[in-house]
């Protein structure tokens, strides 16, 4: 038996909504495929993300606003790779993810691409961005 399907899964503390907005801003393509938000008395805070599947570049992500408070966040180790058409588009989309977040790799040419940057959004997730 195989699995049906595999998509990443981005877990936030409440700030799934801002970072749903955030990613279909930042890519012009991206769609909101289902949402469904915490109602009153549910384990979550009523109005936040208790799931929602997004597709930005073809691909689909799903996220949630967890009702459970963790000691853990996201870390560079899982990032978005990002095969962009030109280098204008690596700069682009570098200085709007790394707004409020930070920089692990400059916009660059590093030898292994034309251009390349690695970023952390203000929600903590990390992207990679490449022009082959």
Known sequence: MAPRS????????????????????????GRIEDI??????EPGPEGTIKHA???????????????????FTFTPAFSFFVECSSEDEVRQLSE???????????????????????????FGVSWQLNCA
């Open 96 to 122: 709007r993810l790394k707004a409020g977040g930070r920089e692990f790799m400059p916009v660059g040419n590093y030898g292994f691409s034309t251009l390349f940057a690695w970023v952390g959004d203000r």
């Open 36 to 41: 469904t938000r915490y109602g009153p008395g």
């Open 6 to 29: 595999i998509e990443p899964f981005l877990m936030f503390e409440g700030d799934a909504s801002a970072a749903l907005e955030f990613y279909l801003s930042v890519f012009p393509d």
């Open 53 to 71: 599947r997004f597709t930005i570049c073809g691909q689909t992500v799903r996220c949630i606003d967890s009702p459970v408070k963790h000691g």
